[in-house]
DNA sequence: GGTGTTGAAGCACGTTCGTGCTAAAAACTA
DNA sequence: TAGTTTTTAGCACGAACGTGCTTCAACACC
């Protein structure tokens, strides 16, 4: 028999060179021979593990939003085993949104990828489906998030929704300028900017 | 003399070209063949107003920059006409601020090409000026909006600027999700969020 | 110790890209 | 009408792209 080999684990290497390309030369450098280069493999090596060039960018595609998805996971869970209102609970919730932005190196890569997808996806329809379960799944876990902070309890489910929403286009805008203008949008402006957006949803639901 | 062509209205046919190729197929088809193409003009008569392919570039990026910086710019003269708190600026605001999304073709097309060459910035370093600049005359503006609806007047500069960022963030990222996934971020979920953030712009420094 | 399956490598073909360069065409002046 | 200059068109070259197909090397099993 043959020469024996993680199959799926040279298909993750495959894959964390293409991250490492589309994070430092964007999406449309991520070719096969760029991708083959960076790997330490020939072209007909990462042939032999992708059938074709758009097959290994979906399944791509689909690793990041596996990697992002179990963090917010992970991190969710904390979120719901400390009590509501605590400051603990308060800290959890920063520590989840955190997830979403490119806090470090590998949050960095992975939120880098994960934008570069997510727009190609407008283009490319091979793309589409994937684009589909990232949002599915992180509104998701948003709208759970939002569920447990809101003080209403059994609000407007219409309320809930747009907050849902909110948060969502609010976390996405926060990191586009984080990886767009690091100059300007700040670890400690991130900081602020979702803090402040926390105080303002224990006020409005209320009052309205 | 030569065949009089008013170069400057060429010039503008072949940006235009170029906005509705990035609409359609993205930043990456639109090559100077395409572009020619779609212009209905050869190759060498697109190089004849363009030297290369990068100057095409960074003025169409201009160009849509200046576009929308018009918008807001002749939008946020109508809030600061208004009466402060009156329900006409509350629409003037809703409108300056729906100038960021793809709410029409032609708001559509724009929000696109903004975002592709935002993104595609941070890779060219060719785009990385007029980037800049978009930054800074888009967030001098959200500034002005931010400081007019303060409603504690010479509130504390760190909340001012946060607020500016937050909001700034909330319209980069619905303008996203109304791009990419326009089947949930309709208009009327756009507005409510809108209108959501508004409300929380009111409470929110007053209760601090 | 052969042997055959499989990982790895690479060639070849057709496209497309940007760009340097050369002419043809067109239109206004002299 | 002849000339001049801008506009337009197009060819040619090197590079990079995806992909079909072939070839080589290695290793587990009979």
Redesign the interface.
């Given at each position: 028999m043959p020469k024996i080999v993680d199959a799926e684990a040279r298909r993750l290497d495959v894959v964390h060179a293409v991250f490492r390309i589309i994070a430092s030369?964007?999406l449309?450098r991520a070719s096969l021979r760029e991708v083959a280069d960076e790997a330490g493999l020939a072209v007909g090596s990462v042939r032999h593990y992708f059938a074709s060039s758009d097959e290994l960018l979906v399944f791509s595609f689909g690793a990041v939003i596996d990697r992002i998805a179990g963090r917010l996971e992970s991190a969710m869970t904390v979120v719901e085993e400390e009590s509501p209102g605590s400051p603990e609970q308060q800290a959890a919730v920063l520590n989840l949104l955190g997830q979403f932005l490119p806090l470090d190196e590998e949050l960095a890569v992975d939120a880098c990828v994960w934008?570069?997808f997510?727009?190609?996806?407008?283009?490319k329809p091979v793309l589409a489906a994937e684009?589909e379960r990232s949002?599915r799944t992180v509104?998701a876990v948003v709208g759970r998030l939002i569920m447990l902070l809101s003080p209403g309890g059994a609000d407007a489910q219409?309320?809930l929704v747009?907050?849902a929403?909110?948060l969502?286009?609010?976390?996405?805008?926060?990191c586009?300028?984080a990886?767009?203008?690091p100059e300007?949008?700040t670890a400690e402006?991130c900081s602020?900017?979702l803090t402040?957006?926390l105080?303002?949803l224990d006020?409005?639901p209320a009052?309205?």
């Amino acid at each position: 028999m043959p020469k024996i080999v993680d199959a799926e684990a040279r298909r993750l290497d495959v894959v964390h060179a293409v991250f490492r390309i589309i994070a430092s030369d964007g999406l449309e450098r991520a070719s096969l021979r760029e991708v083959a280069d960076e790997a330490g493999l020939a072209v007909g090596s990462v042939r032999h593990y992708f059938a074709s060039s758009d097959e290994l960018l979906v399944f791509s595609f689909g690793a990041v939003i596996d990697r992002i998805a179990g963090r917010l996971e992970s991190a969710m869970t904390v979120v719901e085993e400390e009590s509501p209102g605590s400051p603990e609970q308060q800290a959890a919730v920063l520590n989840l949104l955190g997830q979403f932005l490119p806090l470090d190196e590998e949050l960095a890569v992975d939120a880098c990828v994960w934008m570069a997808f997510r727009h190609a996806a407008r283009i490319k329809p091979v793309l589409a489906a994937e684009a589909e379960r990232s949002h599915r799944t992180v509104a998701a876990v948003v709208g759970r998030l939002i569920m447990l902070l809101s003080p209403g309890g059994a609000d407007a489910q219409q309320t809930l929704v747009t907050e849902a929403e909110r948060l969502l286009a609010t976390m996405d805008g926060l990191c586009m300028h984080a990886l767009l203008q690091p100059e300007w949008m700040t670890a400690e402006m991130c900081s602020d900017v979702l803090t402040a957006h926390l105080r303002s949803l224990d006020g409005v639901p209320a009052a309205r």
